[in-house]
Each structure stands twice: as structure tokens, then as C-alpha cells.
């Protein structure tokens, strides 16, 4: 069974940077669809940026110019580039992936069925 395990995440200040990793293991990176989503304490989850099987994207709104999703597939790496990071970027971040390709590059977090840990991201001002 695929795992997934998030790194990269910590504490900047508003402007800053942060670039998070997820590790793909027992599965390709490239056979998957797969996207991160977010989660801060009493909101539902939000997806915020997700690629497909064909490296087609998708982001959230809010974060298009800002965070860039890609693959790298020799490592087998899914990543997330975060600029100009606001504190409303606060959340912990999960990497998800599903193999269906239905539902490549959705951001609704529902679609997708394996998470990692998540790692947390904080933005002060």
C-alpha cells in the first residue's frame, strides 16, 4: 500500500518561504493523482494545490502565483513551493493521493483516500 510522508514545514514570517516534501513510497509518484490539502482546528479541510497523472495543476484561489505543486520523478517526491506566505497560509499540510484517475487534480480533500502525517506551517506577523 502507498505511503506518504510530508516534510518541509516550520515557522516564517509573513513574506517568507517554505517549500514542503512528500516522500512516495511502495507506488510512483507519477501513476498517482496527487494534491495537498490543508486543515487548521475547527475548519473543514481545503485542498490547496493538486497535479495530475499528466502534471495538469490546480490550485486553490487564494494561493494561484503563490505556491507551486510538482513531481519529481526520479526522486518519487511530490512538492509544494510556498512564496510570499501570509498568515491565513497557517495550517498543517497534508499530502494525499488517490489512484482513480477520475478525480485527478480535484481540490475536494473527500476524493482522495491516502494521507500522510501532515506537517505544520505557521506564518506570523
Known amino acids: 500500500q502507498v505511503q506518504l510522508q510530508e516534510s518541509g514545514g516550520g515557522s516564517v514570517q509573513a513574506g517568507g518561504s517554505l517549500k514542503l516534501i512528500c516522500q512516495v513510497s511502495k507506488d510512483t509518484v507519477s501513476d498517482r493523482c496527487m494534491a495537498w490539502i490543508r486543515q487548521t482546528p475547527g475548519k473543514e479541510r481545503e485542498g490547496v494545490a493538486a497535479?495530475?497523472?499528466?502534471?495538469?495543476?490546480n490550485y486553490k484561489k487564494s494561493v494561484e502565483g503563490r505556491f507551486t505543486v510538482s513531481k519529481d520523478k526520479t526522486k518519487n517526491v511530490l512538492y509544494l513551493e510556498m512564496n510570499f506566505l501570509k498568515p491565513e497560509d497557517t495550517a498543517m499540510y497534508y499530502c494525499a493521493s488517490v489512484r482513480n484517475y477520475a478525480y485527478c487534480a480535484t481540490l475536494l480533500a473527500h476524493f482522495y483516500d491516502t494521507w500522510g502525517q501532515g506537517t505544520q506551517v505557521t506564518v506570523s506577523t
Open positions: 497535479i495530475d497523472h499528466d502534471d495538469f495543476t
